[in-house]
Structure formats: structure tokens, C-alpha cells
């Protein structure tokens, strides 16, 4: 998870990522979660599969000046790479020979057989939604791509109205060594969840006010005169990705949820088999499970939230268009492209 610091539990509401004491990046305004599978390397030759570690999370938002409608309040949703227009890709940067011991892999249409400095995992949530549902049965059925390419400034169709702003979710895997990979419901699809922490009103006050004159998203864009950053940004000025995660961290003020005394005390990583379907594990009580891990890094994945602006989560992806990331250097980016006017906006996010 990345984002507010709560106990991800089935009674979880929208108040309670509220009223969280503080969330995993640099952008206090946004209280959204962000969630996606974890990801597990396979060693054929022992039948376990070990969490890979996650480097750090990032989220950008994009949207058109003045055109785009804030989350309402409890808003959901889910985003599938099985969708064309998710435009979901792992991208390998420093590729090289894979050196496990066994680097054989049954599937390599998204994790990549070889190995890379950093893999970088991402995926485009709809930006059309019906105006009505702040959820729906499958999570997605409230809510559409555009009727073109599945672009942040295209016509929606007419069953979902309502223009959103485009949320891009990244996450990072520093030194991927290549070989099998497989996400934890053992497929090789990529989906994430996005639920709304922001207030309704004060993320409409940054989509009809935050812009700058670029034409693509840059992460040195914070509108940071919109925004309350944890970490001073300025406007102008980039921080590299190699320091993100170490100042994610820095300004971490609470421990993260142990998800293994408040959620399910299974063991997740080391193990023989995966876990597929609908979960068939056993629910902590509220009052929690006895013992349970006392680590809160859950497999190395400390990436934080994503939030509008460059709030929490950064990192990911900076090409044209791209909006919040969060992770110690969130920020905020709107753009200007032709006669629109666009908002771009980055937060870097620690996952836990």
C-alpha cells in the first residue's frame, strides 16, 4: 500500500484515511491509497517465491485546466492491464544478462527474462466516470476510458460523463535480476486501486488553478503554492530519483501498519505457493492477531503515496502529460499544451 498510514481492513472508510496521522509521502493533502499486487520472484529450482522489494511508488495526475471534476468524496476504482488503453508496461532501464542461478521463466510477456538496473511498473486509470457511483460491483463499472485513446483530454462517452483527472501509477524495483517473476495472484497482468482520500473541494481549487507553461509533465513543477509539502519544493528545481526514497523515508513520523497483526498473520514471503482467487485466509479481529511480524517494511516494498501535485509519490514516469507522484519530493506540474491548458501533478509515495 502507499499513501495514508491506516489499517487496510474491509470497514476501512474514506473519514478514516482522513483522520490518519500522516501518509507515506511528501504531500500532506492527499490521503489516497494506492495499491497494486505484490510482485514475486520465482527460484524453480527451491519452489518459493520471495517479495521482490519495491524501491518507491509514484502517482501523477493530468488533467486540463478548469475541465476536470475532483474525486467526489469515498471514491473508487481499479485499473487492469488487461485494458488497452491502461496502457500498462514494465519498463527495463540498464538491461543486462540475468545472474541467478536459474534465470528460466515461463512467461516473460511483461517481467522481463533479463535482468535491469531498475524496472519500472506502470499503469493509467480511466478518466471518465458516471457521475453517479462512487463504486460498483467490480470497481470498474462506474467508471470508462475515453473514446479515443484513453487520453486525459479526450471526449467521454456519453454513459460516463464526467471528466476526471488521469491518475499514472508507478512503482520501481532497484536492481531487478531477471528470471521469473509473476505477480501474487500468479499472473502476469498488471491492475491497481485507487481509493480517494482527497477533500472534494481542495483538490477542485488545485484542477481549476494550478498551471505553468510547459507542454509535457516535468517533475521540477510542484504548484506548490496550491499544495502543503512535508519537504519544501520550489518550482524549478529537480531532485534525482537516487535520493527519493532515502527522503521518503526521512520524513517518515509514524511506523507503518503491521499488516500482520491488524489484516491476516499468513506468511507471505518465502513460501511454497501462492495464494490465487478470492482470499481464503482468516481475518484478524479488530482488536488484532497475537504476534504477528513486527517489521513494517512487508517485503521491502516502502514506496509511499501518490497524490496530486508531486505530493507523495514521485519517481515513475515523467514523460509528456504525466501527473502525481509521491515520495519525498511530490509535486505538482500542470501543463500548457497548445490552447489547453493542462495540470500535471506528481507525488512520490514509501510504500508499506
Known sequence: MYGAKVSVRPELTYDDMRQAPENSGNTEENMSLYWHPSVYMHSKSTNTYS?????????????ETGSATAFPNGFNMIASGNQAKSRSEAVCDGPSECERDDCETDDDSFFPKNACSELEVKIVFPTCWDGVNLVSDDMMSHIAYDVEEG???????????????????????????GGSYTFSDGSSVMHSDYFSGWDETKLQSILDGCSNESDAA??????EDFLTYRQTKVSGVQSEDDDIREKLEAIQLHTNPDMKKTVSDEAVDNI?????????????????????DDSVDNGG?????????????SGGDTSE??????????????????????????????AY
Not at 502529460?321 to 514509501?350: H, P, Q, R, Y
Open 51 to 63: 517479495l521482490a522489494p519495491i524501491w518507491f511508488g509514484s502517482s501523477y495526475y493530468v488533467w
Open 151 to 177: 487520453r486525459f483530454d479526450a471526449d467521454c462517452p456519453t454513459s460516463h460523463p464526467v471528466k476526471l483527472p488521469e491518475v499514472h501509477f508507478y512503482f520501481r524495483i532497484k536492481n531487478y535480476k
Open 218 to 223: 516535468s517533475p521540477d513543477q510542484f504548484c
Open 272 to 292: 511454497a505457493s501462492l495464494v490465487r482467487g478470492s482470499c481464503t485466509g482468516t481475518l484478524c479481529p479488530e482488536g488484532g492477531c497475537v504476534g504477528g
Open 301 to 313: 516494498d516502502n514506496s509511499g503515496d501518490d497524490s496530486g501535485g508531486e505530493t507523495d509519490n
Open 321 to 350: 502529460n504525466e501527473d502525481v507522484t509521491d515520495g519525498g519530493d511530490g509535486s505538482s506540474v500542470k501543463v500548457g499544451a497548445g490552447a489547453l491548458t493542462l495540470s500535471v501533478l506528481l507525488s512520490m509515495m514509501f
